[in-house]
């Protein structure tokens, strides 16, 4: 069980670690710095600002579908994706800001003091940094030479601290969630 990736929130948080980075940011880096804030949010919250499918992959953990996003602009079957009108098309490992003026109105003040929480520790660290970061902090990432595995939402939770009770919780919200996502849009 996971939660379902939120294609708006996702936008709006790459746009702000971007601003915060000076309009520019190295692929690996802004990948690692959302799956940390999701952690972060998973510890804090008992819920991710991002969401989605999470895997470990040889550089360490991602989140699947932000990977995808940034590798195509869009989302098979998301009929509301803006990403390619904010955010640049990937050059030389990078992506930029196209269009700064997306706002963070989808989300929550606690998300955007997360987003600074994680970028005041972690911005100043280039993706390599980050990368040894999560190899070393990230318990629920399984050390791989190539190819990929899914790292259960439990898996994280419990390696942030959480305890069974907690997890049996955050996955019953997780379901909740989705299934009131899956009636809206459908």
Request: avoid cysteine.
């Given at each position: 069980m996971s939660f379902r990736f939120d294609i708006t929130k996702a936008t709006e948080v790459a746009c702000d670690l971007l601003r915060r980075e000076g309009g520019v940011m190295n692929i690996m880096k802004l990948i690692k710095l959302?799956?940390?804030?999701?952690?972060?949010?998973?510890?804090?919250?008992?819920?991710?600002?991002?969401?989605?499918?999470?895997?470990?992959?040889p550089n360490g953990p991602i989140t699947s579908e932000l990977l995808d996003l940034i590798n195509s602009g869009t989302l098979w079957g998301e009929d509301e994706c803006r990403w390619e009108e904010f955010i640049s098309d990937r050059q030389n490992h990078e992506i930029g800001l196209q269009e700064a003026k997306i706002g963070t109105e989808h989300l929550a003040p606690s998300e955007i003091r997360l987003i600074g929480e994680i970028y005041a520790e972690?911005?100043?660290?280039?993706?390599?940094?980050?990368?040894d970061w999560s190899h070393e902090r990230c318990e629920e990432w399984t050390p791989m030479v190539r190819g990929r595995d899914r790292?259960?939402?439990?898996?994280?939770?419990?390696?942030?601290?959480?305890?069974?009770?907690?997890?049996?919780?955050?996955?019953?919200?997780?379901?909740?969630?989705?299934?009131?996502?899956?009636?809206?849009?459908?």
């Open positions: 959302v799956y940390a804030l999701d952690r972060l949010s998973i510890q804090r919250r008992g819920i991710p600002v991002v969401g989605g499918t999470y895997f470990s992959l972690h911005g100043g660290k280039d993706q390599w940094q980050l990368r790292i259960p939402l439990a898996k994280m939770a419990r390696a942030v601290g959480l305890n069974d009770a907690q997890i049996q919780q955050i996955e019953q919200d997780a379901e909740e969630l989705n299934f009131v996502e899956a009636a809206l849009h459908a």
